[in-house]
């Protein structure tokens, strides 16, 4: 079977509002940090928390998607994330807010099923463009739901949120029982040699080692900011409440318009020089959050900035690893996203650490390091490898 563009739109629909269970916490931290009485920075641990969980899924359970139909597991897996959403819902302790986290980040999966599914019903020339079209969804999802819990936040409290997610994700369930298509698994071997064939990619293919390294710290940028700004904005010149904070999320959803984009390039022949593109953009948007004064101009550009460069790195590396092994798209996907998904959760609590240490300003200095080093690590596989400059 082949993907109508209907099908490729249904997918990334649901990729966006399941991917967006990871993010709403976000905007809310303020919120939590005064019902439960804690200070910002220590509420903000449910965010790399959440990441983590979704770091854990990716490397227990989406290899599964090579062993059993990855329809089915599809469904029971979003099943699962419907109650992580109503525990956290009703939490009354931030203890087990913090367990929900987990499980919500484990259980938000989804979409790394839904992406191995397409590449495998695309054709070899329209691969990277199906991709991009469902990582727009997923981007829009991530930067949406910012803006969105923001704003119910506000209005009616962080729970609701919670509530929310977990009635979207009921209706997904039926949407994805109807339409989506059975893809069969191509692993017969048992859940042991599963797991341990990974180890044999991670040594024979050079380039899933590259795009999981540059990914790691491209994550652990994004992340950290997106923790980090919510920080920023709540405290002085700013001050502001979680329905502007959420607001801005709207600015980073420019980012997702590029996916597409950087998809088609992704099918042409050198695809790398995507990498460098995407690095000097977060570099330049560093800068611009560095010299943002007590107007929001440079930051708002700097947040469309970021996430197109995001876009650029994340879309490219995740069509090259695509194209390694097609039978072990699954498990080429679980070490990639996993790896990226330990940074988003490191970045994360990187930013927490740094604004503790000097608030923004050193926050702006750890982030530039973090990228330049990822452009050594670009250059470094560019020699080695011989790769065009």
């Given amino acids: 079977m082949?993907?109508?563009?209907?099908?490729?739109?249904?997918?990334?629909?649901?990729?966006?509002?399941?991917?967006?269970?990871?993010?709403y916490c976000q905007p809310l931290i303020i919120l939590i940090a005064r019902e439960f009485q804690l200070t910002e920075s220590f509420a903000g641990r449910i965010t790399y928390l959440t990441q983590?969980?979704?770091?854990?899924?990716?490397?227990?359970?989406?290899?599964?998607?090579?062993?059993?139909e990855r329809k089915k597991q599809i469904l029971v897996i979003?099943?699962?994330?419907?109650?992580?959403?109503?525990?956290?819902?009703?939490?009354?302790?931030?203890?087990?807010?913090?367990f929900a986290s987990v499980l919500i980040g484990a259980s938000s999966i989804v979409p790394q099923l839904i992406l191995p599914m397409a590449a495998n019903l695309s054709s070899d020339e329209n691969r990277g463009h199906t991709i991009g079209i469902i990582m727009s969804g997923l981007l829009v999802g991530i930067l949406g739901s910012r803006a969105i819990s923001g704003s119910i936040g506000y209005l009616w409290g962080w729970r609701a949120m919670f509530f929310i997610a977990a009635g979207l994700c009921f209706l997904l369930l039926?949407?994805?029982?109807?339409?989506?298509?059975?893809?069969?698994?191509?692993?017969?071997g048992t859940y042991r040699q599963l797991?341990?064939?990974?180890?044999?990619y991670i040594k024979s293919q050079p380039v899933l080692r590259e795009a999981s390294i540059i990914n790691f710290l491209a994550f652990a940028i994004l992340s950290s900011f997106w923790t980090t700004m919510v920080l920023f904005l709540a405290n002085p010149p700013f001050e502001f409440q979680s329905l502007q904070i959420g607001l801005f999320g709207i600015a980073g959803a420019a980012g997702a318009l590029a996916a597409p984009l950087v998809g088609k390039w992704s099918d042409g022949k050198d695809t790398r020089k995507n990498l460098m593109i995407g690095l000097v953009l977060q570099l330049i948007s560093i800068a611009a959050f560095y010299f943002t004064g007590s107007t929001l101009y440079l930051f708002v550009a700097g947040?469309?900035?970021?996430?197109?460069?995001?876009?650029?790195?994340?879309?490219?590396n995740q069509t090259r690893i695509y194209a390694l092994v097609p039978e072990a798209r699954n498990r080429l996907n679980t070490i990639f996203m996993s790896v990226?998904?330990?940074?988003?959760?490191?970045?994360?609590?990187?930013g927490l650490w740094l604004w503790d240490k000097g608030q923004w300003p050193v926050?702006?200095?750890?982030?530039?390091?973090?990228?330049?080093?990822?452009?050594?690590?670009?250059?470094?596989?560019?020699?080695?490898?011989?790769y065009p400059a």
């Fill in 2 to 23: 082949k993907l109508s563009r209907a099908d490729v739109l249904l997918m990334s629909f649901c990729t966006g509002l399941i991917v967006a269970n990871i993010y």
């Fill in 52 to 68: 983590g969980g979704y770091a854990l899924g990716l490397l227990l359970l989406v290899p599964l998607g090579d062993m059993f």
């Fill in 78 to 98: 979003t099943g699962v994330a419907i109650v992580a959403l109503l525990m956290a819902g009703f939490s009354r302790s931030f203890l087990l807010l913090q």
């Fill in 174 to 188: 039926f949407l994805m029982a109807k339409r989506f298509p059975k893809s069969l698994p191509s692993f017969t």
């Fill in 195 to 200: 797991m341990y064939s990974m180890w044999g």
């Fill in 303 to 316: 947040i469309i900035l970021i996430d197109i460069g995001q876009q650029a790195i994340h879309v490219t």
């Fill in 340 to 350: 990226s998904f330990v940074g988003a959760a490191s970045g994360s609590a990187m």
């Fill in 363 to 386: 926050y702006c200095f750890g982030a530039a390091v973090v990228i330049l080093l990822n452009i050594c690590i670009y250059q470094f596989y560019r020699v080695k490898f011989k």
